[in-house]
Nanobody
Framework: QVQLVESGGGLVQPGGSLRLSCAAS????????MSWYRQAPGKERELVAR????????NYADSVKGRFTISRDNAKNTVALQMHSLKPEDTAVYSC?????????????WGQGTQVTVSS
């Protein structure tokens, strides 16, 4: 059974930090590009950060460059998003996504999401 379980969300003041984690199971984690997406109320879902299957390449949305860092641990089947200097506009539901590569190309999995609220 495939599972992506996010954790680490919560309420934080502007300028604060949070670390999101996504625990994966039920699929070959190292054969998947992992991403974090977010969706704010009334807005479309947007890609926040992406990391390739062995962590060789990372990409970030312009709005989070220099503040967020994505990382993965293929031995533990986890992907993390370290967020610093948080702004109110970072408030959203953050979801973990897995996209298959090579033999698994065309396969996608999603987590349920975790709420991040940046407010004073």
């Amino acid at each position: 059974q495939v599972q992506l379980v996010e954790s680490g969300g919560g309420l934080v003041q502007p300028g604060g930090s949070l670390r999101l984690s996504c625990a994966a199971s039920g699929f070959t984690f190292s054969s998947y590009t992992m991403s974090w997406y977010r969706q704010a109320p009334g807005k479309e879902r947007e890609l926040v950060a992406r990391i390739t299957s062995f962590g060789e390449t990372t990409n970030y949305a312009d709005s989070v460059k220099g503040r967020f860092t994505i990382s993965r641990d293929n031995a533990k089947n986890t992907v993390a998003l370290q967020m610093h200097s948080l702004k109110p506009e970072d408030t959203a539901v953050y979801s973990c996504n897995a996209e298959g590569v090579r033999y698994y190309r065309g396969t996608y999995y999603w987590g349920q999401g975790t709420q991040v609220t940046v407010s004073s």
